[in-house]
């Protein structure tokens, strides 16, 4: 074993994309094999601690929209690691996002919830003593209290600034200080640390994942009304879960989400890792995942076109970025799918082309294309063309029933393209960083 372990730790030493985890408990290694599957909770669900029983649809439907809208439009450099660069301007405004997760930190282990996102990295949970933190409704985490817990050093190679988080050294030199900053303006410091996290995962015995990088964060702000113990970063950057896992899972996790209406009872959206989460068989499609120099932190696929009944448009014909490799983010915490103002205007009016029933306005101004519920408007059929993978939309991955008497068109013009988490309900969702690949399978999530 420990030679094999020195041999991690080197390889790990080389790598400057992957930090590795070492895995030292053969139960740890026979869970992995296997695959393990997690609970993915939406924020208003009756499971979530955030729900609230006297909103109506309408109403979370409207702070859904807001929440997405906020994620896509905030602009603001977040890192100091690149100052001049043109991405840190563009993309800097993903955080936050709609799902929770249940994981355990520390030993003994103490139950957390985190927000699961996979527009960013750093894994961070609200710790003691905190000079400034945010209301919970969960104690904070006592790192004294955990015999695993233990200070990254400011000579350590994981404290290393990358993918939008900026890292310190204390005063007393002595460990490692984290920032992190989102879009919408929330953020996180505190001590950077490792510690085992534990999945409960539902399909084996827990899982338990030693010398997990961590944030431990000490002056936290969620703006976005997600109150989480903090964040689950599931982004494409080397702290984030998915990498820190990335040998014992094989590169693979994927996502099934339920369509809203279904959150709204207690069905739980699923994330999968390893073997479980290996997208295949009658229906898949694959696109290469584009892998941007840095930051690591986004998904990029490459979009060639839409289309909506037999129209197919072309993006590359709509701008010059256009059809370009890596024109699109997937991200399972925009709830709505964006493309340039452009592009979008062409896309909705082939849209509302093919259906005839009279336009009707959304009073909240939020979205554009709405008709009457009553209405029971036929969908035309919409693809969404990736390089080589044609992922066809759903009636439901389209259109949104935002209120009981209307359904709107779930897309939107935004500055930089996104695939959001209503065009992916109800398929299976792959991600592979070796193949390096995102697959889409048709599936009825809440059957999972
Ligand atoms: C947080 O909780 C404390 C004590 O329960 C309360 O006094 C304070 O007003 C709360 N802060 C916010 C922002 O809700
Ligand atoms: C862990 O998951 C199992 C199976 O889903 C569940 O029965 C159990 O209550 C969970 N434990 C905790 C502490 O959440
Ligand atoms: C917490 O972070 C904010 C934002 O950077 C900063 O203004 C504030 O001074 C910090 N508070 C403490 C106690 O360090
Ligand atoms: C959902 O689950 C909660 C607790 O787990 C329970 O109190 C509630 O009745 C359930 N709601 C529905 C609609 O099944
Ligand atoms: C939708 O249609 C129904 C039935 O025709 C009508 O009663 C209702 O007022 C309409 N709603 C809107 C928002 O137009
Ligand atoms: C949608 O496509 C299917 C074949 O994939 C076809 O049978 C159906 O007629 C199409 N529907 C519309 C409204 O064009």
Not at 62 to 74: C, E, T, Y
Not at 149 to 154: D, E, G, L, Q, T
Request: hydrophobic share 35%.
């Amino acid at each position: 074993m420990a030679s094999h372990h020195h041999s991690l730790l080197s390889f790990a030493a080389l790598a400057t994309t992957f930090s590795i985890v070492l895995l030292c408990s053969c139960s740890l290694i026979e869970a992995l094999n296997e695959g393990f599957i997690v609970d993915l909770i939406h924020r208003d669900s009756p499971k979530s601690p955030f729900y609230n029983p006297s909103e109506t649809h309408s109403q979370r439907v409207a702070k859904a929209l807001r929440r997405s809208i906020n994620r896509v439009n905030s602009f603001k450099p977040t890192s100091s690691v690149y100052p001049n660069s043109l991405q840190t301007d563009i993309f800097s405004d993903i955080g936050g996002g709609e799902y929770l997760m249940k994981y355990f930190v520390g030993t003994p282990p103490v139950p957390i919830l985190g927000v699961a996102d996979t527009g960013s990295d750093l894994i961070w949970l609200q710790c003691k003593p905190c000079t400034e933190c945010y209301n919970q409704t969960a104690p904070f985490f006592d790192p004294e209290k955990s015999t695993t817990y233990k200070r990254i050093s400011c000579t350590s190679s994981q404290c290393e600034s990358l993918d939008y988080i900026d890292t310190s050294c204390s005063k007393d030199r002595k460990s490692c200080q984290y920032s992190v900053n989102y879009g919408d303006k929330s953020f996180s410091k505190g001590d950077l640390a490792v510690d085992t996290l534990t999945l409960n995962s539902t399909s084996s015995r827990p899982v338990p994942l030693l010398k997990t990088i961590i944030g431990c964060g000490l002056n936290n702000s969620l703006t976005s009304g997600v109150t989480g113990s903090g964040i689950v970063g599931l982004g494409g950057g080397s702290k984030s879960l998915v990498s820190q896992l990335h040998s014992s899972i094989g590169g693979k996790f994927s996502y099934c989400l339920v369509p809203f209406i279904y959150s709204e009872d207690n069905t739980s959206s699923k994330l999968n890792f390893g073997s479980h989460a290996v997208v295949s068989g009658f229906g898949t499609v694959s696109t290469p995942l584009v892998l941007h120099k840095r930051p690591h932190t986004y998904y990029y696929l490459t979009l060639e076109a839409m289309s909506v009944g037999n129209k197919r448009l072309e993006l590359s014909s709509s701008s010059a970025s256009g059809g370009s490799k890596g024109n699109i983010i997937i991200d399972s915490g925009s709830t709505l799918t964006y493309f340039p103002a452009e592009f979008y205007s062409k896309f909705e009016s082939a849209v509302a082309e093919e259906i005839n029933f009279k336009r009707i306005d959304d009073p909240s101004h939020l979205l554009s294309l709405c008709y009457n519920s009553s209405d029971d408007i036929d969908v035309p059929n919409i693809t969404a063309h990736f390089s080589g993978a044609d992922v066809k939309l759903n009636p439901t991955n389209a259109f949104w029933p935002i209120t009981d008497e209307l359904v709107c068109l779930a897309f939107q013009a935004g500055q930089q393209s996104i695939f959001g988490s209503v065009a992916q309900s109800n398929m299976l969702v792959g991600y592979d960083h070796v193949e390096k690949t995102v697959s889409f399978k048709p599936m009825d999530c809440t059957k999972l």
